[in-house]
């Protein structure tokens, strides 16, 4: 006599059913995709990890449209969501207050289960960036300063690892993909790093960084894939208030630095205090701390109040000042100057 009852039959139907739907959806997943490029193609993204160093405007744009490509994705950033980011960059209100990094990697995954991401909200310097962007098949520039680019620039440059330089300001956006040995790199048409305006100073159009996202996830998939021609030896430039769509041959420069091997800000020791922008400092302890310990001290303390609250990552209000605390690193928001984040660290952390 069978021991399997019809309500263990219908059970057991529906659960092929489920099975078969799954499957069914996991294929149409890249269905549009792959009819374009090929399922042999669609397999080389599947195993590719990129690297997007700054989850703002660009990088957070650029991974959201690799993400649904499948691509796996390391997110690098430092930053704390503001009010001012939620303009051009793909965060919520109730984001704020959470590092770029992990929130970003928190909304990937309800995009795309199945893919690899994450999350480093730290801030990436010579003493890391090995530890960050080894493994990577490609590494994609979302940065908002000369400093990260040129650190990439010599890192990428010293390890034959592609790399795009994005930037963007006012209604303005350049763009272009480095390869190492093969084209010229970013220090042959940008020696140094004398920024003047900066999208705080001078302002930025959302569409003007997203559109550069757009373009760095489109020339990451072309060249993860081997397809198309990419935007490589050239410069995009693009001025959305003139019409201004143009590609600009760039050259080797015979007095680049880094294409005669010396990677100058790979030796380069970070500041311990960096202004990262307007009153926003950040101050590296240069050790791990417990950031557990820290708020049961600072628990006792009325005047902090604990906003945000995950393992490694705590940000309190204290008087008129935004602490967000990392293990690694802090920063301050309204802060006067330097000294200001002087006080509160030897307030908070004893250092
Ligand atoms: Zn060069």
Redesign the pocket.
Known sequence: MSTVTNATKKTLLLQDGFKKIKVFLLIMRYSRQEIFIGSRKQKLLRKATVTIVGCGGTGSVAAEYLARAGVNLHLIDRDIIEMSDLQRQLYREEDMGKPKALALKERLEDVNSEIRIAAYPDDLNASNIEHYLSGSSLVLDGSDNMQTRFLL?DFC?KNKLPFTYAAAIKSEALFTLIMPCET??????IPNSDETDTCETAGVLGPAVGAIGIISAAEAIKYLTTSGLNIKGHILHMNFYKNIYELIELK??KN?????GEYEFLDKPSRRIMQLCGGTYQFLFGKDISVSDIVNNLGKNPDFKIINKSRDFVQLSYKKHMISLFKTRMIVQNAKNEKDVRVLTAKIIGI
Not at 184 to 189: A, D, E, K, S
Not at 256 to 260: E, F, G, M, N, Y
Request: charged letters at 20%; hydrophobic letters at 20%.
């Open positions: 620039n440059m010229p790199c970013l220090r042959c048409f080797k420069s680049c630095p880094s294409c005669r």
